[in-house]
């Protein structure tokens, strides 16, 4: 993961990881990843699962369009959070403790996969 986060932000990608907060509980991999060391890393917090507007509101933030975005994510609801948002889905099918069957515009088997579309 660390190779590509590197390769996306020296290349200047807009980055953005979502701490999802469910239960009363928020977790997120950026302790483990040191996502403060990616200067184009943007941290939001996502309050309701599924709803697009927080999503919607980063991509506006990031002045990029939907079709320039990929969420890509390995849980139901990550999945329609991009179906609600109106953007593409890529499976993180390395990360998927999913029980039910997803798909994605992309099926992502590892994330070094991800470099494939640059």
């Not at 697009?52 to 969420?71: A, G, Q, T």
Request: negative net charge; aromatic residues 10%.
């Amino acid at each position: 993961m660390r190779i590509v986060l590197n390769t996306l932000s020296m290349n200047m990608y807009p980055l953005l990881q979502i701490i999802k907060k469910e239960a009363g509980e928020t977790w997120s991999f950026g302790h483990v990843l040191n996502f403060a060391a990616y200067p184009s890393m943007k941290v939001m917090e996502e309050l309701k699962i599924k709803d697009p507007e927080p999503l919607l509101k980063c991509i506006e933030n990031l002045n990029v369009s939907k079709e320039e975005v990929i969420y890509i994510g390995d849980t139901l609801s990550d999945q329609q959070s991009s179906i609600n948002a109106g953007i593409d889905f890529g499976y993180a099918k390395w990360g998927s403790v999913s029980t039910s069957p997803l798909h994605g515009t992309y099926t992502f088997e590892s994330p070094t996969n991800l470099l494939k579309l640059l």
